[in-house]
C-alpha cells in the first residue's frame, strides 16, 4: 500500500522568544514557514510587536489534536516553569 503523502501529516509545538525576552508557544505543521511569517509581521498578534523572534525549541506529536493539548499545556505554565522546561533541555534564553 502507498501513502498518500497529503494524509501525512507532522504537527509540532514551537517555543520562541520575543524581542523583549518574552515567550510564544504555537503549534504548526511547518515550524521553518511559521517562525519566518512571526518574522515577518504575519503571524500571531502578540509576535508582531515583538519582532524579531527565534526559535528555542520544537517538538512533533502525532496528530494536531495532540499538538493543541500540548501547546494549550504549555501555555498554561508559569515562566519559571517554562525556564525549567528549557534548561532541562539544555536550551539558555
Request: charged content about 25%.
Amino acid at each position: 500500500m502507498v501513502n498518500d503523502v497529503h494524509t501525512v501529516s507532522n504537527y509540532y509545538v514551537y517555543i520562541l522568544k520575543c524581542a523583549d525576552n518574552t515567550l510564544y508557544t504555537g503549534y504548526t505543521t511547518d515550524v521553518t514557514h511559521r517562525v519566518a511569517m512571526h518574522n515577518a509581521g504575519k503571524g500571531a498578534k502578540y509576535t508582531r510587536a515583538r519582532r524579531p523572534v527565534k526559535l528555542l525549541y520544537y517538538w512533533q506529536l502525532s496528530t494536531k489534536s495532540e499538538a493543541l493539548k500540548a501547546e494549550a499545556h504549555f501555555k498554561k505554565l508559569t515562566r519559571t516553569q517554562k525556564l525549567r522546561f528549557l534548561r532541562a533541555h539544555n536550551i539558555l534564553i
